[in-house]
Nanobody
Framework: QLRLAESGGGLVQPGGSLRLSCVAS????????IGWFRQAPGKEREGVSW????????GYVDSVKGRFTISRHHAENTVTLQMTNLQPEDTAVYYC?????????????????????WGQGTQVTVSS
């Protein structure tokens, strides 16, 4: 069974950090670009960060540049999102998603329609 599972969310104070993980089971992430998306209550889903199947190309939405880092860990079949200096506006459910790509290629998409596998999400709450 093909599955993505997120973990690492929680409650953190402003300025704090969290590390989200996206683990794949049933398939190799080496054939997929990975995106992190988030959705806050009453708001549309927003793309946050993306990484190519090789891990060599990454992208970030402007609001998280310099604060979030996406990384790929091939041996663990995992992609992580290190989040620092978290702010209340980062509060949302965070989802990882996989888009079919060439083996360890350089492509990724910022468009959620390209992503065919989605995890269940992990809640991130930033509050004092």
């Amino acid at each position: 069974q093909l599955r993505l599972a997120e973990s690492g969310g929680g409650l953190v104070q402003p300025g704090g950090s969290l590390r989200l993980s996206c683990v794949a089971s049933g398939f190799s992430l080496d054939y997929y670009a990975i995106g992190w998306f988030r959705q806050a209550p009453g708001k549309e889903r927003e793309g946050v960060s993306w990484i190519s199947s090789s891990g060599g190309n990454t992208g970030y939405v402007d609001s998280v540049k310099g604060r979030f880092t996406i990384s790929r860990h091939h041996a663990e079949n995992t992609v992580t999102l290190q989040m620092t200096n978290l702010q209340p506006e980062d509060t949302a459910v965070y989802y990882c998603a996989a888009a079919p790509a060439s083996f360890k290629g350089s492509w990724y998409s910022r468009t959620h329609d390209e992503y065919s596998f989605w995890g269940q999400g992990t809640q991130v709450t930033v509050s004092s």
